[in-house]
C-alpha cells in the first residue's frame, strides 16, 4: 500500500527562488499568468504550481490547512515541514484542490495588522490571460483580462465580500498546471 | 570576481528567506502597509543597508543583475560594499547602467532613467514610520494608521506653511499610497516624489533596525501631501551639471575651495555619465 514518497524541489534553493519570483511576479501585477519551469513531481492530486508554490512559502512557521489527502498531506509534511491544520480559520496558507472554504472562515487579519491574513492557494483547471474577467487596481496599468477555468460559481460574490473589508482580507493564487496568477485583496474583478 | 564558497546562494538561510518572501508577498498586497519581519544580523551595521540588502537577498537569482547605487551615486562606499557582498556570495552579474539592471538596490534616490516593467526598485530604509516625529509610541501609530488617522501630519505641514509660508520638507516627503496608507518613501528628496506615482516598476522597502517591509506595487497611485492652496513643489536646484549640463535632473552642491566657490552636478552618476558618452559621440561624428 505505501508508496514511496515524491520528491520536492531538485535544487531546494534556486528552484525556490525562481518560484518565488513568478510568486512576486503574479502578486504585483494581478491576472498575469506566470509559468513555472522545473520537474517537480508532486502526489496527485497537487499540481506544480500549487506544490511549488507551497514548498516556496510553507515551512514550521506556517500553519497549512488542505483538502487534497493523506499522500499530498505526507509529502507537505516532509519536505515543508509544516503543521497541519483542520481548521480552516486558523490556517496560515490553505491549499484546496476542491471547493474552497468559504473566505469569511478564513483569517483575514486585523484593522492593525492586515498582513496576518491567510492566502489561499486555489488549484483551477485553466488559466488564460487576454479573455474573460476584467481586473483592475494597484499593479494594472488600466485593467488585465483573465480567464479561470473550475472556480465555484460564488467564487466573484464572495470576492466581493473579500474585497470590501481591506485591508483585511484574504489573498488568492490560481494554480493550473504549471501556469499561476495572483489576485490581491486590493483588485476589483468585473465579469464580461 | 569568485564566489565565496561557505555560506548558502545571497548569505540568507533558507528559512529566513522564506519568512522575508512571505512579508514581501504580504506587503505588496497591501500597498503602503509596513509588515513586520525578523530581521537578521548582517555583516555589516545596521544604517548601513540591512533592510534593502535582505529584501534583495531574498528576491535575487542567477538570472538577474544587480545595480547598487548611494545617492545616486555608483561609487560610493555603500553602494560599492554592496554590490561587492552580492557578487560574492550569489555570483550575480553586476552594473552600473539604470537600464540594463532587473534589480536596483538604492540609498536614497530614485534614478532619473524612467524604470520599466521587469525591474524591482529595492530601497534602504532607516525610519519606515511616516508618523515617528510626531507619535512616538508604535502602539498608538499602528491604531492610526488602521484607522487612515493622518491629520497629525496635515497639522504638521499646516504649521510648516504658518510659520514658513511654504511646506519646508525636503526629503522623506509623506506620500499617500492608493489613497489609504500613509508612507514614509525613505529619505530620498521631494523632487523623486513624483517618479513613484504609476511607476511600472516593482517598489521594495526595508528597514532593517526597525523591522519592517513594505511596497509599493506597479501603477499605483502615489501622491505627495499637500493642500490645494499650497500644492506639492519638488524642489530643484536652478542650475544645469557642470559635467553633463542637465537642467532636468537632481543637482548636488560641491564646494570646491574656501572662498564661496561651488558647483552643482548630477547626483545620478550613471544618468550623467551615458549624457557625456552621448555628447562625446556627436562631436566625434
Known sequence: MTQPLAAGFADPVLEAQHCFRALLEAMSRPGRVQRLAGALAPPAPLNLAAAAALLTLADADTPVWTDAGADAEAWLRFHAGCPLVAEPGAAALLLACGAPPSPPALEAGTEEEPHRAATLILQVTALEEGTGWRLSGPGIEVAHRLRVAGLPADFLVAWATNRARFPCGVDVVLCAGERLAALPRTVLIEEG | ?285
Open chain 2, 1 to 285: 570576481m569568485s564566489t565565496a564558497t561557505g555560506y548558502n546562494f545571497a548569505y540568507l538561510d533558507e528559512d529566513t528567506k522564506r519568512m522575508i518572501r512571505r512579508a514581501i508577498l504580504k506587503a505588496v498586497a497591501i500597498p503602503g502597509h509596513q509588515v513586520p519581519f525578523g530581521s537578521r544580523e548582517m555583516p555589516l551595521p545596521y544604517g548601513w543597508g540591512t533592510g534593502g540588502i535582505q529584501v534583495t537577498a531574498s528576491i535575487i537569482g542567477p538570472q538577474d543583475r544587480l545595480k547598487v547605487i548611494d545617492q545616486g551615486a555608483d561609487d560610493t562606499t555603500n553602494a560599492v560594499s554592496i554590490r561587492r557582498f552580492f557578487a560574492r556570495v550569489a555570483g550575480v552579474p553586476t552594473t552600473e547602467r539604470t537600464s540594463e539592471a532587473s534589480i536596483i538596490q538604492t540609498r536614497h534616490r530614485i534614478p532619473e532613467t524612467p524604470l520599466r516593467e521587469g525591474q524591482i526598485l529595492v530601497y534602504q530604509v532607516p525610519m519606515p514610520e511616516p508618523l515617528f516625529r510626531l507619535e512616538p509610541r508604535v502602539a498608538e501609530t499602528k491604531r492610526l494608521h488602521a484607522m487612515a488617522d493622518y491629520g497629525l501630519m496635515h497639522v504638521r505641514l499646516y504649521e510648516d506653511i504658518a510659520r514658513h509660508g511654504h511646506i519646508a520638507i525636503s526629503y522623506n516627503y509623506p506620500v499617500m499610497v492608493n489613497g489609504r496608507y500613509l508612507m514614509a518613501p525613505s529619505p530620498i528628496p521631494a523632487f523623486d516624489n513624483p517618479k513613484m506615482d504609476r511607476m511600472p516598476a516593482l517598489q521594495l522597502f526595508g528597514a532593517g533596525r526597525e523591522k519592517r517591509i513594505y511596497a509599493v506595487p506597479p501603477y499605483t497611485a502615489v501622491r505627495s501631501l499637500d493642500f490645494e492652496d499650497h500644492p506639492f513643489e519638488p524642489v530643484r536646484a536652478k542650475a544645469a551639471c557642470a559635467l553633463c549640463g542637465s537642467r532636468e535632473s537632481y543637482l548636488d552642491e560641491v564646494v570646491t575651495d574656501d572662498r564661496g566657490g561651488r558647483m552643482f552636478l548630477c547626483s545620478d552618476t550613471d544618468y550623467c555619465g551615458e549624457r557625456q558618452a552621448a555628447v562625446q559621440r556627436d562631436a566625434a561624428e
